[in-house]
T-cell receptor, first 116, second 113 residues
Framework: AQSVTQPDIHITVSEGASLELRCNYSYGATPYLFWYVQSPGQGLQLLLKYFSGDTLVQGIKGFEAEFKRSQSSFNLRKPSVHWSDAAEYFCAVRSLLSGGYQKVTFGIGTKLQVIP | DAGVIQSPRHEVTEMGQEVTLRCKPISGHNSLFWYRQTMMRGLELLIYFNNNVPIDDSGMPEDRFSAKMPNASFSTLKIQPSEPRDSAVYFC???????????FGEGSRLTVL
């Protein structure tokens, strides 16, 4: 069965510093991978996605992620963090069920705190 | 375009009462998902509909939970009777069948006293 591991529950970075959030997945076939962001009291919003092709994908708000099949990883990065990036970040993997239906499994989330 | 619309945004009820959460997916999306979010368990998939038909309800915790999708533009999640451990934020999300990208509503925060 598919699964997603986000090893860091909580991360604190200084404003202007670089950021890397880790994500490892388990899925037998070629994965569709996603990063979502959730601000307090809000639903989740898609940051970026990987389906195929270039393993470095660009997303909104200056985020990028790199798919590494050999490491089963899809880490999220941002070169310079802004205070408005404080939120919770979720990695997700889409798997296909029998009949071609889909299931999206989320990691536990990483809460990002940004300090001045 | 309107996004996924959920109601109510907040619900406070007493143990034993019936709770109904509602969701209107994005027009044209044929997949609908109900998730539950708690601090302890994160985001859990409760049930998934495709073309109004339940495809995977293995995440529904027990018989007290039921979900329906009578048409392409409306779904309900019902808890009867509710218990304090059902307190959580319930999210509805919609998608096209094969895109994998989910569009989330703002959630319904349920508190059962």
């Amino acid at each position: 069965a598919q699964s997603v591991t986000q090893p860091d529950i909580h991360i604190t970075v200084s404003e202007g510093a670089s950021l890397e959030l880790r994500c490892n997945y388990s899925y037998g076939a070629t994965p569709y991978l996603f990063w979502y962001v959730q601000s307090p009291g809000q639903g989740l919003q898609l940051l970026l996605k990987y389906f195929s092709g270039d393993t470095l994908v660009q997303g909104i708000k200056g985020f990028e992620a790199e798919f590494k099949r050999s490491q089963s990883s899809f880490n999220l990065r941002k070169p310079s963090v802004h205070w408005s990036d404080a939120a919770e970040y979720f990695c997700a993997v889409r798997s296909l069920l029998s009949g071609g239906y889909q299931k999206v499994t989320f990691g536990i989330g990483t809460k990002l705190q940004v300090i001045p | 375009d309107a996004g996924v619309i959920q109601s109510p945004r907040h619900e406070v009820t007493e143990m034993g009462q019936e709770v109904t959460l509602r969701c209107k997916p994005i027009s044209g999306h044929n997949s609908l998902f109900w998730y539950r979010q708690t601090m302890m368990r994160g985001l859990e998939l409760l049930i998934y509909f495709n073309n109004n038909v339940p495809i995977d309800d293995s995440g529904m915790p027990e018989d007290r939970f039921s979900a329906k999708m009578p048409n392409a533009s409306f779904s309900t999640l019902k808890i009867q009777p509710s218990e304090p451990r059902d307190s959580a934020v319930y999210f509805c999300a919609s998608s096209t069948q094969r895109s994998g990208e989910l569009f989330f509503g703002e959630g319904s925060r349920l508190t059962v006293l």
